[in-house]
T-cell receptor, first 116, second 113 residues
Framework: DAGITQSPRYKITETGRQVTLMCHQT?????MFWYRQDLGHGLRLIYY???????DKGEVPDGYVVSRSKTENFPLTLESATRSQTSVYFC???????????????FGPGTRLTVL | GENVEQHPSTLSVQEGDSAVIKCTYS??????FPWYKQELGKRPQLIID?????GEKKDQRIAVTLNKTAKHFSLHITETQPEDSAVYFC????????????FGTGTLLAVQP
């Protein structure tokens, strides 16, 4: 889906460096999410946002920071990268769920991050 | 918080056979249960979902069943084909103001030709 993009697609960094992963969607979806995917753990929610300037923690927020000044962008920052943050990161977006309606989340292509 | 358990973690079937993946959830307030398929190297994509006021839903070869009392739901794939090979994730949500999904740990389905 061209409507949600992530950059970079691949990133190698070193322990202690700051890294920012970008997410951009063109649908004007109000909700946006960041997940990390690790073998044996599935998709774990890091942070989510219900609208611009509204963010909240998910299951595994430690070591990450998010912001959302514009509806279409939801960057994820690793303040001081650690090896345990080596993972595939997915951004997703969804429109507000209508009563009784579908609550579909649309995923970006992912960013593969390696922390050495 | 909400917890979703998914079994089995891997499943191998012969082409044409059926496959069943099961999930249980802990939050009785959950009311939306989607299933996502993720092909190798690709992003997860929604394949079917069910709401808590429905017991079963079908879409061609795939179906999902929900037992609210037991807090479990299952994905059924009939007449499996090699292109069904992927990782499948179940999820649960309360919906409402957050739209959050809590995912299971995934099932790697391999369909042997």
């Amino acid at each position: 889906d061209a409507g949600i993009t992530q950059s970079p697609r691949y990133k190698i960094t070193e322990t202690g460096r700051q890294v920012t992963l970008m997410c951009h969607q063109t649908w004007s979806h109000s909700y946006m999410f960041w997940y990390r995917q690790d073998l044996g753990h599935g998709l774990r929610l890091i942070y989510y946002s219900a609208a611009a300037d509204i963010t909240d923690k998910g299951e595994v927020p430690d070591g990450y920071v998010v912001s959302r000044s514009k509806t279409e962008n939801f960057p994820l920052t690793l303040e001081s990268a650690t090896r345990s943050q080596t993972s595939v990161y997915f951004c997703a977006s969804s429109p507000p769920s209508l009563a009784g309606g579908r609550n579909e989340q649309f995923f970006g292509p992912g960013t593969r991050l390696t922390v050495l | 918080g909400e917890n979703v358990e998914q079994h089995p973690s891997t499943l191998s079937v012969q082409e044409g056979d059926s496959a069943v993946i099961k999930c249980t959830y802990s939050d009785s307030a959950s009311n939306y249960f989607p299933w996502y398929k993720q092909e190798l190297g690709k992003r997860p994509q929604l394949i079917i979902d069910i709401r808590s006021n429905v017991g079963e839903k079908k879409d061609q070869r795939i179906a999902v069943t929900l037992n609210k009392t037991a807090k479990h739901f299952s994905l059924h794939i009939t007449e499996t084909q090699p292109e069904d090979s992927a990782v499948y994730f179940c999820a649960a949500s309360r919906g409402g103001a957050t739209n959050k999904l809590i995912f299971g740990t995934g099932t790697l389905l391999a369909v042997q030709p």
